[in-house]
């Protein structure tokens, strides 16, 4: 079973068939006279009857039942025709070429009112049936092919047979004209063109005191900028020219599989450029068949469930931001995490460790990993390992980003944002070195300028990443300068462009920021399409080139997102400063979870084991040209001797206590959250502050100043403190 929802559209599809309807009458005009001459001519009676017969399927679809009828008999006897049983008379052609001129003028009924008028069509459909019987069909009794039903008594007859259509009357096939594809993509390359045009001379009026010049040019600005606006709306298409073939591939499909799915969509007359509209209409109709194949269960485990047997699947469209925004959603088992884990380290795609260490988050994206899938055996539908990848990598091509969202027993969405299109983007141009790069506006959310020596937040360090403090959050920083494999360059200020990438956030460090501007993107030459860090070319208005930066790419290359839709593992999470505590979560060797206060945490770092000396009982650590006291986090909450330590390096957290530094070693970094701690209890193990539930796990919590009260004072004093009889002391 299944059935389609929201055909609010009605008014557009009914439009769409009077312009095809109109288009296809003249044909048959044209056809039907040829035929005349040429009686034997099978391809014009197949032309004739298909075109007929297009007619007539549309109407009963759109419940104009009259013309269905007319439509009906004309075809019939076409069908006698064509398959030689009849042959083609004058006498015939006239009644079929009346009966067309009597389906025009219910088209312009239809047009006109909405419906199909009071005219009696009953002379014609009689004269059709006798040509049908293979009778004569007798002639017209009137000029005109139709008079009007039921007269009413004493009315005076029209003067003239067209008073059915005025003359200066323009139907819906006048107003609109078929354009090739081809010639509107001339259009938007001429158009492109001349913005750069309009790029140059607005730069070079600028630099002149020529009021007249900067005049015309600031005309010419607006002119060009309507030009370019016009033209790109004539690229634009609703997404139900996609949409329009999914109920038959969720219905085939859902039979195929004895599924029983109802589609819903939301949004049909969104619109984006043809050209995204093609490159994600395969996507599109992959997720539609993995949400029915994957997500839906079957009617019998459905019911055992407690839902109903008939699934729902949701397509909603909308624009936000700039971008088109689509959503996949069902109603279906959802997607367990652990089960995606499993299933990564069975395929060999992550060991078991990399695995265990995923978020949940971090699961869902697997499955957008080459070669995976959760189908037990290999069907025509799944289970080969590939697609979803390919769904990822042909979203990302053209600019786009894919996410799911998923809660087990309830259903999982999978949102698909897309820009509307990809000939003229609003771009902020930015500097490194002596190169321009342009960053497509809809990745920026913001602008930050740092100078050196201010009183605001600093660039600091957390496990080899630079992080900045903005508003409460850690966001990690990457280097225009080190991905392009320049050398890095000291400056006074330091400027911030931050970018959104595959719903993460970073900041990009560049040398200088220009100005946004409309910039024209061209495609990268053959030689240059394997460097994976630029989505495009544009020429600036000086003429010169700007390479268009790829914010996933520069995302990934950085260690933010991970190939196969992960993150790399020592991605921060973001913590927003919502009301509550910012706590860095670390693991002990017995697998329990502490809560370090973030605010007191100072850095992030990895030491070798033959660096960690003694001084008496205590621990410490060359840094920074002095000596950095550390305390075993494990020794403060007695987790001892479960599990062996490693080879690998050590990793501590560096906190700030009285305004000197000291080092807690920790058996693993986990995560930074917001914690609101509504769920507390006074059950202690050594962190003096109790416990309580974090990101849904219990969690110790630890007192910093009774954690380090244990240390000798000395070591927490700055060298030019220490007087010469404590120095030999120590």
Known sequence: MWSVDGMDGMDEIVQEFLVESYENLDQLDRDLVELERDPGSRELLSSVFRTLHTIKGTSGFLAFHRLESLTHVAESLLARLRDGVLTLTPAITSVLLEAVDAVRALLADIESTGAEGERDYAAIVVRLEAALEGGEPSPSPTPEAFVEADPEPGAEPDAEPDAELPASRRTAADGSIRVDVD?????????????LARNQLVQRAAARHDTELQRST???????????????????????????????????????LGKQVRLDLVGRDTELDKTILESVKDPLTHLVRNAVDHGIESPERRLAAGKPAEGTLTLRAFHEGGQVNIEISDD??????????????????????????????????????????????????????????VVKTNIEKIGGLVDVLS????????????????????????????GRFAIPQVNLLELVRLDAGGSGPRIENVQGTPVYRLRGRLLPLVSLREQLGLPAAESETTYIAVLQADGRQYGLVVDTINDTEEIVVKPLGRQLRQLPLYAGATIMGDGQIALILDTIVLAARAGMVADGGTRHEAELVDASGRDGVQLLLVGLSDGRRVGLPLAVVDRLEEFERERFERVGVHEVVQYR????????????FGAFGTVEESA?????????????????VVHQILDIVDAHLDVRSPVDTGGHLGSAVVAGRVTELVDVARAVSGLDPVLFAEPDELRAPDLVEV
């Open 218 to 256: 600031h005309r010419l600005n607006l002119i060009a900028g309507e030009l370019q606006e016009g033209v790109m709306k004539t690229r634009m298409q609703p997404i139900d020219t996609v949409w329009s073939k999914l109920p038959r591939v969720v219905r085939d499909l859902s039979v195929q």
């Open 183 to 195: 010639l509107l993509d001339s259009l938007m390359n001429l158009v492109g063109e001349l913005v």
């Open 332 to 389: 279906g088992a959802g997607i367990d995490p652990a089960r995606l884990r499993a299933r990564a380290v069975e395929r060999g795609i992550l060991t078991a460790d990399a695995a265990a260490r995923l978020s949940e988050r971090e699961s869902y994206g697997l499955i957008f990993a080459p070669g995976f899938s959760t189908a037990e055996t290999v069907t025509n539908v799944s289970g080969r390992g590939v697609g979803m990848d």
């Open 407 to 434: 809660e087990p027993g309830r259903g999982t969405t999978i949102r698909v944002k897309i820009p509307l299109t990809l000939a003229i983007i609003p771009a902020l141009i930015v500097t490194a070195d002596e």
């Open 625 to 636: 040209d002095r000596l950095l006291p550390t305390v075993r986090i494990d020794a403060v």
């Open 648 to 664: 690998g390096p050590v990793q501590v957290v560096v906190c700030e206590h009285q305004g000197v530094l000291v080092g807690f």
